[in-house]
């Protein structure tokens, strides 16, 4: 069978963040790699707003330029976008999804570069980075922030075996960190994301998948906002992504989670916080 451009994904379709994807952006149907014009495509079909993300321009078409990514983006009005790869793909289906969200992290990261130059990263930045590239969303409706405490504390076997039933109704994941949607092309135990909690209303399950999206990038801009979180240490949270309900098949069996290498107790120093 010869390989497609998009066989990872394809293989990938039972895993929650990649049927998501496809729900949203229907990617199988692609012949080739969307790349900056189809990506702009995809703008005009699912963006009301034509303002709402910048435009997607191949990297070997942008002006000659020093700027780093994020000035080129602040300055230009564009995503530079490399052609044929996982990692920019992904970066800007994240845009479409939440293009407040992506603008506010676009403007953090400006707001320090000018304060204090593009290195060394300051605190703020590398927690906006991290996030970037490695974020989970989890929502939970009112009443059930119980799940979000025990993730916390690494209860992983009670919040996701003993409660599993709860996902998808009362708590609901979503991939915010497109470096890790480009492993979860090809999971591995050790595979970690971080995580970051919002509360929605109840019912938010029953909502079109659009209405969800548009409340979790309002929601997300009032909490990086909120006496401006990624100022401030550890404000993101450790999750094995391959253990998140509807994530990876050898989930479905209590077993997967003993391994406590991967799902990893939470250590006395740090629970006595």
């Given at each position: 069978?010869?390989?497609?451009?998009?066989?990872?994904?394809?293989?990938?379709?039972?895993?929650?963040?990649?049927?998501?994807?496809?729900?949203?952006?229907?990617?199988?149907?692609?012949?080739?790699?969307?790349?900056?014009?189809?990506?702009?495509?995809?703008?005009?079909?699912?963006?009301?707003?034509?303002?709402?993300?910048?435009?997607?321009?191949?990297?070997?078409?942008?002006?000659?330029?020093?700027?780093?990514?994020?000035?080129?983006?602040?300055?230009?009005?564009?995503?530079?976008?490399?052609?044929?790869?996982?990692?920019?793909?992904?970066?800007?289906?994240?845009?479409?999804?939440?293009?407040?969200?992506?603008?506010?992290?676009?403007?953090?990261?400006?707001?320090?570069?000018?304060?204090?130059?593009?290195?060394?990263?300051?605190?703020?930045?590398?927690?906006?980075?991290?996030?970037?590239?490695?974020?989970?969303?989890?929502?939970?409706?009112?009443?059930?922030?119980?799940?979000?405490?025990?993730?916390?504390?690494h209860q992983w076997h009670s919040?996701?075996?003993?409660?599993?039933?709860?996902?998808?109704?009362?708590?609901?994941?979503?991939?915010?960190?497109?470096?890790?949607?480009?492993?979860?092309?090809?999971?591995?135990?050790?595979?970690?994301?971080?995580?970051?909690?919002?509360?929605?209303?109840?019912?938010?399950?029953?909502?079109?998948?659009?209405?969800?999206?548009?409340?979790?990038d309002e929601k997300l801009v009032?909490?990086?906002?909120?006496?401006?979180?990624?100022?401030?240490?550890?404000?993101?949270?450790?999750?094995?992504?391959?253990?998140?309900?509807?994530?990876?098949?050898?989930?479905?069996?209590?077993?997967?989670?003993?391994?406590?290498?991967?799902?990893?107790?939470?250590?006395?120093?740090?629970?006595?916080?």
């Amino acid at each position: 069978m010869i390989a497609t451009w998009h066989s990872l994904y394809l293989a990938q379709l039972d895993c929650q963040p990649f049927a998501h994807l496809e729900s949203l952006f229907l990617l199988s149907q692609f012949p080739t790699w969307p790349n900056a014009a189809g990506l702009n495509g995809l703008k005009a079909t699912h963006q009301a707003d034509s303002d709402a993300t910048p435009d997607f321009v191949c990297q070997s078409d942008l002006l000659e330029s020093d700027d780093y990514y994020e000035q080129i983006i602040f300055k230009q009005g564009h995503i530079p976008t490399r052609p044929d790869g996982w990692h920019d793909l992904f970066n800007a289906l994240i845009w479409l999804q939440f293009p407040k969200t992506k603008s506010l992290l676009n403007q953090l990261h400006i707001a320090d570069i000018s304060q204090f130059g593009v290195s060394p990263r300051t605190l703020r930045r590398n927690n906006l980075t991290h996030f970037d590239e490695c974020g989970v969303v989890l929502l939970v409706e009112e009443g059930h922030e119980f799940l979000l405490e025990g993730l916390a504390q690494h209860q992983w076997h009670s919040v996701m075996v003993e409660n599993r039933a709860l996902w998808g109704d009362k708590i609901h994941s979503l991939m915010f960190g497109h470096a890790n949607l480009e492993m979860l092309l090809q999971p591995f135990i050790g595979l970690t994301g971080k995580w970051l909690g919002i509360s929605v209303a109840a019912g938010f399950a029953q909502l079109p998948a659009k209405q969800q999206l548009a409340i979790v990038d309002e929601k997300l801009v009032e909490k990086l906002t909120e006496s401006d979180l990624f100022a401030h240490k550890k404000v993101l949270l450790p999750i094995p992504l391959l253990g998140i309900p509807g994530w990876h098949g050898a989930n479905q069996h209590p077993e997967f989670y003993q391994n406590t290498d991967y799902f990893r107790p939470k250590s006395q120093r740090l629970a006595a916080k």
